[in-house]
């Protein structure tokens, strides 16, 4: 069965810094993958997505995400961090089975220091 | 496009009542699924449809939860008998169905068993 691991649950980050936010996956097959963010109180909302092809995808919101095969990783990173970006991420892995739904990592809690 | 809409946004309810939740997808998405998400987790699969049909349950939907989409559009999301351990947050998503789209989360029930 497919996994994923976010290793930080907390990171702070000072405003205007760059992000970088860790996911690892483990399946047997190229996965499809995704980063979702969470507001307190709030549903999910789709950052980006990886399914094929170039493996530095662009999201919403100045995120982008790379995709190494070698690693296992769908990294999510973003140049300068707003105060708005303070949220819970979560990675995703999609494997077309029979639900087709999604396998979510425990998410990293992301604090923006002023 | 309205967005997956979700009713009530908070529940509390008695230990050993019943609650029921209701889920309304974007209009012409084929698929609905019913996540949960407690404290400090990723969102974890109970049950999706595709149209009516009720395609595939987790283990984690005990007897006590039931899942309906009688005519392919709202769902409701029901819990009997409930427990403390059933607090948690109840997020409902959609898809239009074509493999591997993403889902499109509702801003959740958030129940609270006393």
């Known amino acids: 069965a497919q996994s994923v691991t976010q290793p930080d649950i907390h990171i702070t980050v000072s405003e205007g810094a760059s992000l970088e936010l860790r996911c690892n996956y483990s399946y047997g097959a190229t996965p499809y993958l995704f980063w979702y963010v969470q507001s307190p109180g709030q549903g999910l909302q789709l950052l980006l997505k990886?399914?094929?092809?170039?493996?530095l995808v662009q999201g919403i919101k100045g995120f982008e995400a790379e995709f190494k095969r070698s690693q296992s990783s769908f990294n999510l990173r973003k140049p300068s961090v707003h105060w708005s970006d303070a949220a819970e991420y979560f990675c995703a892995v999609g494997v077309g089975g029979g639900a087709d739904g999604l396998t979510f990592g425990k998410g990293t809690h992301l604090i923006i220091q002023p | 496009d309205t967005g997956v809409s979700q009713d009530p946004r908070h529940k509390i309810t008695k230990r050993g009542q019943n609650v029921t939740f209701r889920c309304d997808p974007i209009s012409e998405h084929n698929r609905l699924y019913w996540y949960r998400q407690t404290l400090g987790q990723g969102p974890e699969f109970l049950t999706y449809f595709q149209n009516e049909a009720q395609l595939e349950k987790s283990r984690l939907l005990s007897d006590r939860f039931s899942a309906e989409r009688p005519k392919g559009s709202f769902s409701t999301l029901e819990i009997q008998r409930t427990e403390q351990g059933d607090s948690a947050m109840y997020l409902c998503?959609?898809?239009?169905?074509?493999?591997?789209?993403?889902?499109?989360f509702g801003n959740g029930t958030r129940l609270t068993v006393t």
């Open positions: 998503a959609s898809s239009p169905g074509m493999r591997n789209s993403p889902l499109h």
């Open positions: 990886y399914f094929s092809g170039d493996t």
